[in-house]
């Protein structure tokens, strides 16, 4: 339950409602439960399976799912959030991607995720937004997916006043990148300067091995090409 | 042949004489070529199969071996450097991995390139610095080889009053990130700073793609596993 507005919240560090739409390793629960100001996570995998080969055989990340403050449904998360009458303050999407390999001519097809990958997703993820919420939704890889992200964030444009789009480097994911497609309803945010910043004694008793304040404000940091790609102009 | 010191050749971007040992491939004689202030690029490659395969099978990079700024030497880039007599303003080393994949117990042996990868080398190319000149070695990746960075950086810090680790990412790399070794001989050298920042028209006639200076400031945002790995205290 949300007792005070989003723009309050990441001052106040009081209390934050997550959703996580896929995110089945456990890894996204894991990291977003550390967080003192994350009061619930509700996560919603369509793949029961995966859940449990993580909690088996990737139990670091499978560990996400055994935090009291997850709530766990296993279906179709395009549909969890037509249904749900739930609103949150962060909506995250840890997606697979939207085609998979196939046999045809064309030598891809769309795969489960799909759903997950176009402009009523994203327009029904709006409407499942607290007041000041924000989204991050799995943005592919900018060498391999240029004309996908470039839909993407134009569709975004349409939506919210603030579209960002940031990476990160992850070596098991294709060609090491992991991209970010960002959102927030509230104009003023700049969603490149991190509204929280921990200093070594906070984020050492978080357990943070990655993240910190210089990593946020560089996954922002686009090669020129990328830039050019998303201009507005 | 330099005809100012390095402090005032990037303040003038007047002239600057760099070295390459490695870089067979033609790409980073590609784009030092680019800049105004890049007078000379000696590049030293063991392996002349390399650049014959690059020029015919990669011309896009291969293509760095044919501007006029470029003086080629085939050999051993490590025992060039102990018997030049030149001087360099810059000295780039873009080697392959210390090690190669083997069939015996270790899995993997010395390759070709570990002579680049020792305090010798890196005294050897401090001898051949111009005053306040700099380093920037392939530095390898730091989710897969940090105790071999730490090695390196510890070792450099012995030799150069300014050290840092960066890093950028390159799909077709190892685990798709490659990380530099920055070395400077004038201990009041911001490495993490860009000298110069182009503007968009200078960055189009220069053809720059990927860098800008935001781009450089975000390489040197290391994560806090690597900053830990890393510290000095």
Redesign the interface.
């Known amino acids: 339950m949300v007792v005070v507005k989003y723009s309050d919240v990441v001052m106040l560090m009081v209390v934050v409602m997550v959703l996580v739409v896929g995110g089945g390793d456990g890894g996204v629960a894991r990291e977003l439960t550390r967080h003192p100001a994350v009061e619930e996570v509700v996560l919603c995998e369509i793949d029961e399976e995966v859940i449990e080969a993580c909690k088996t055989h990737v139990p670091s990340m499978g560990c996400g799912f055994s935090n009291p403050k997850l709530t766990l449904h296993t279906g179709d998360g395009a549909k969890f959030l037509e249904e749900t009458q739930e609103k949150f303050d962060v909506i995250i999407t840890d997606a697979s991607d939207p085609v998979v390999a196939d046999e045809g001519e064309e030598g891809t097809k769309d795969g489960p995720a799909v759903s997950l990958f176009n402009h009523n997703y994203y327009t029904d993820m709006k409407n499942r937004l607290e007041e000041g919420g924000i989204l991050c939704c799995q943005g592919e ?1 900018m ?2 997916d240029a004309k996908l992200i470039v839909t993407l964030v134009r569709g975004c444009r349409k939506i919210f006043p603030v579209v960002e789009y940031a ?1 990160t ?3 098991t ?1 294709t ?3 992991i991209g970010f497609i960002l959102c927030a309803t509230n104009p003023d945010m700049k969603l490149n300067e991190p509204v929280r910043v921990w200093d070594q004694r906070e ?1 050492a008793e978080m357990g ?5 304040a ?2 946020h ?3 922002f ?5 990328m ?1 050019q790609h998303l201009r507005t102009d």
Chains 1, 2 share one sequence.
Do not use: E, H, M
């Open positions: 890889n060498w391999l990476y480097c992850t070596p994911y060609a090491g990148q984020a943070l091995k990655y993240y910190n210089d990593v404000r560089a996954a940091a686009l090669p020129t090409f830039s």
